[in-house]
């Protein structure tokens, strides 16, 4: 095999990095948590189109704090 797989990558050339892997963790919670009030902000103007675009990025972009998160985890098992 060229390329490991799986576990075997892990061992063979997987680094952990804690330290960048707490902050994306608590940067994404922190954001999340900021996001709430402002998504709910523009579900209740939603009747104008801009706001209704704004609404759909602003999913976007918390499935992106989401995914920042998962890569945290990541960073952290290396």
């Known amino acids: 095999r060229i390329r490991p797989i799986g576990d075997e990558w892990t061992v ?3 680094e952990a990095h804690p330290y960048f892997g707490a902050w994306s963790i ?3 919670v922190v ?3 900021l996001y ?3 998504i709910y902000a ?3 103007e939603r009747r104008h189109s801009c ?3 704004m609404l759909y990025l602003s999913f976007v972009d918390f499935i992106a704090l989401i995914s920042l998160c998962a890569f ?3 960073l952290i098992e290396g």
């Open 12 to 14: 063979a050339k997987g």
């Open 42 to 44: 523009l579900y209740m």
């Open 26 to 28: 608590s940067w994404s």
């Open 51 to 53: 706001y209704r675009i």
């Open 31 to 33: 954001c999340q948590t």
């Open 36 to 38: 709430i009030p402002c």
């Open 72 to 74: 945290g985890f990541i």
